[in-house]
């Protein structure tokens, strides 16, 4: 370790890491913002009805501008408003951990999770009650030295290795890589304006929210314009890039919860990811399946929406107009995916009525998510963390998150729980293929029928088409 004095002239001299710190900022507001223009983007085009053809011409361009407008967002983040010292604050007595552990343990005894959920939610309550909003500043972060910036490099390096050599595939990349080949193989087609799978341009969507998916057909761009299978891009390289960003989106977010070991925290957090468990566990959202868009919102999109959210609402970044502005226009960013919810909302209705007979397992997800055993170390963590960490403000934000995880998605009193919303999701697919899989055979069986009459474009090549071959 390096004595106090040391490190007390490092972080007066922060024009030493200067170049280091802009370059960590440029890690992740460059493919932010890159992947924001994007998205808005391939939106429009999906509203407009044009072609992927079309929407290709102008990719570039707007991968361009987006990493324009990073560098500038990379500039701005560190000429903003700098966190303060931290103002002495002391911590709870141990009780409050205490009482924590008391309901994990009473949970992993045999309580029913109806009652553990009632008391965390008073306990949580209290909990914000005790430690009180204040609007002290956050701790300033241990300054990105040349040791620390090695480090982050060599936890990049290690996930784009972990990435590149570990996959764990699913029935549903059919879908996924389906989207980007039929995007280059039929360039002239309006996007994402019918099924890939089954129907191609006779058949809708199989599910309304595919329609506000763009991560897909960024693989699409990427094979179109440089050349190679969709299915490399989307499994090889693509995934290994964003693996790079892991780091330093953890990094960040680390930064503001641990401020002074936050590249040991950011160690522990892709740690926490690479665990093995199910198809909805925390591992399976990490570094095997990052060729799936929600891998990547999970592994890298959540960490930087805190970090980034938390930042602005502190310094103001560029806009220093007063808390209550800030606090409004930290939410703004919310309103477009909400916009886009709503958007395709429509198309679920017919099916609601169909599974709204379905049981509410919100514990299940607890299980599922976080495995049989560790998911109690998780709990545990999630409701002692606003009493261990150094910072008031910050203790009381962690609270909120924890009673609203609760109180939403966690709700084993709600209609429309996490695992129902999964199950949802995961039976209507299956309804839908099935259905569209007989339709192709009945095509394919029909007299005179040829492959191109059951619109399998992508995926069919079954004894039964080739059969219908003339």
């Known amino acids: 370790m390096k004595p106090a004095s040391e490190l007390e002239e490092i972080a007066g001299a922060p024009a030493k890491n200067t170049r280091q710190t802009f370059a960590f900022a440029l890690f992740t507001a460059c493919p932010t913002f ?5 998205t808005v983007t391939t939106h429009f085009a999906v509203a407009a009805h044009l072609s992927f053809a079309s929407l290709s011409r102008v990719g570039p361009f707007v991968l361009l501008a987006g990493i324009v407008c990073g560098v500038f ?21 141990w009780k409050w951990p205490g009482i924590a552990a008391a309901l994990v343990l009473l949970r992993a005894l045999g309580m029913g999770y109806s009652a553990f959920w009632i008391g965390i939610v008073l306990f949580l309550i209290a909990a914000m009650a005790r430690l009180g909003r204040t609007n002290s500043p956050s701790e ?39 989207t980007a080949t039929d995007a280059v193989a039929h360039p002239d087609l309006p996007v994402l304006s019918h099924d890939v799978l089954y129907g191609g ?49 953890w990094g960040s977010l680390m930064r503001t919860l641990v401020p002074r070991r936050w590249v040991a ?40 929406l805190y970090a980034f959210a938390w930042k602005f609402q502190e310094t103001g970044s560029i806009w220093d107009e007063g808390e209550r502005r800030r606090a409004v226009l930290t939410f703004v960013p919310v309103g477009y ?32 998510v976080f495995t049989e055993h560790a998911q109690y170390l998780f709990l545990f963590g999630l409701l002692a963390s606003p009493f261990l960490v150094r910072g008031r403000p910050l203790g009381w934000k962690l609270t909120v998150i924890a009673l609203v995880y609760f109180l939403g998605p966690l709700n084993p009193f709600t209609l429309f729980g996490p695992a129902v919303r999964f199950r949802l999701s995961v039976a209507v697919l299956k ?10 055979l009945g095509a394919a069986e029909s007299p005179g029928a040829r492959l191109g009459d059951c619109a399998h474009r992508n995926c069919c090549d079954t004894a039964r088409c080739r059969a219908a071959r003339p």
């Open 73 to 93: 967002a990379a500039r701005g983040r560190e000429s903003g408003a700098s966190p303060q010292p931290l103002t002495s604050m002391p911590l709870p007595s």
């Open 265 to 304: 925290a950011t160690a522990v957090a892709l740690f926490v990811l690479s665990l093995p468990g199910v198809s909805i566990g925390l591992g399976n959202f990490a570094f095997v399946t990052l060729f799936y868009g929600k891998a990547i919102l999970v592994s890298a999109g959540i960490p930087l």
């Open 431 to 440: 309804l839908r293929s099935f259905e569209r899989r007989e339709l192709f």
């Open 34 to 38: 890159a992947f924001a223009f994007w």
């Open 140 to 178: 300033s972060p241990a300054p990105l030295t040349s040791r620390r910036a090695l480090a982050i490099f060599l936890l990049a390096f290690a996930s784009a290795a972990v990435t590149y050599a570990a996959h764990r595939p699913n029935i549903d990349d059919a879908i996924y890589v389906g």
């Open 201 to 249: 341009d006779n058949l809708p969507l199989m599910l309304p929210s595919y329609a506000v998916e763009t991560y897909e057909l960024l693989i699409a761009l990427f094979a179109r314009l440089f050349g190679g299978e969709p299915i490399f891009w989307a499994h090889a390289i693509v995934p290994t890039l964003v693996a790079l960003i892991l780091p330093f989106a």
């Open 337 to 368: 995916p909400l916009a886009c919810g709503l958007a395709v909302r429509g198309g679920f209705k017919a099916l609601e009525p169909i599974f709204a007979h379905l049981p509410v397992r919100a514990h299940l997800a607890v299980s599922l």
